[in-house]
């Protein structure tokens, strides 16, 4: 059965997801089927879309690398939270260079990673980005471990806890 946007709208499943990716890896265009899904203002549709990315291996997501600052300009703007958060996930799968720094992305980052409210799976990969991209500038890196170390971790789900403390006892090993 061909991709269309309606298929996508009632993909609701995992088995779903799967089957999305299975068909987008037998054409082989990752880039072409992001460009034309997932960033649909359907959310139905970006959302599955961007789960069926979640699937693929780095290797095959590789090819969205061009494609980085349209995905954290949605992760930053959409008001899906399902949206925001299959983004974040493939843009912390991507490469993040030093050049690719935008200090929007890092402060919403640190933003999100610290809010209670925020969903624990956006916190941990938002705290997961904020790591990777603070590993350039050791000033940086220091803002960052006293932000981990300041936070009433009591009001954080296990999830973001271990996130926290990977990264705390990764801090002086310069790696993550």
Same mark, same amino acid.
């Given at each position: 059965?061909?991709?269309t946007? *309606? /298929? =996508?709208?009632?993909t609701?499943?995992?088995g779903?997801?799967?089957?999305i ?5 037998? !054409?082989? $265009?990752?880039?072409g ?9 359907d ?5 599955s879309?961007?789960?069926?990315l ?7 997501l ?7 600052n ?12 399902s949206v925001r ?5 493939i843009? *912390? /799968? =991507? ?15 640190f933003e999100? !990673?610290? $809010? ?7 916190q ?8 990777r ?6 000033e940086?890196m220091?803002e ?8 009433e971790i ?9 996130v926290?403390s ?6 002086g090993?310069?790696?993550?």
């Amino acid at each position: 059965m061909a991709i269309t946007s *309606e /298929r =996508l709208r009632q993909t609701f499943s995992e088995g779903g997801a799967q089957e999305i990716y299975q068909e987008v890896k037998s !054409m082989g $265009d990752f880039l072409g089927f992001a460009r034309q899904y997932a960033f649909s203002q359907d959310y139905r549709v970006a959302r599955s879309a961007l789960w069926g990315l979640t699937k693929a291996s780095k290797e095959e997501l590789s090819q969205l690398q061009v494609i980085l600052n349209e995905l954290i300009d949605q992760a930053m703007l959409t008001e899906n939270s399902s949206v925001r958060r299959l983004s974040l996930n493939i843009v *912390e /799968r =991507l490469e993040l260079n030093e050049e690719d720094l935008r200090t929007d992305f890092l402060d919403f980052c640190f933003e999100h !990673m610290m $809010d209670v409210e925020e969903y624990p799976g956006i916190q941990s990969v938002c705290m997961k980005l904020t790591f990777r991209m603070c590993k350039f500038y050791p000033e940086l890196m220091d803002e960052l471990k006293r932000t981990l170390e300041a936070m009433e971790i009591d009001y954080y789900k296990p999830a973001v806890k271990c996130v926290r403390s990977r990264i705390l006892k990764g801090y002086g090993k310069g790696n993550g």
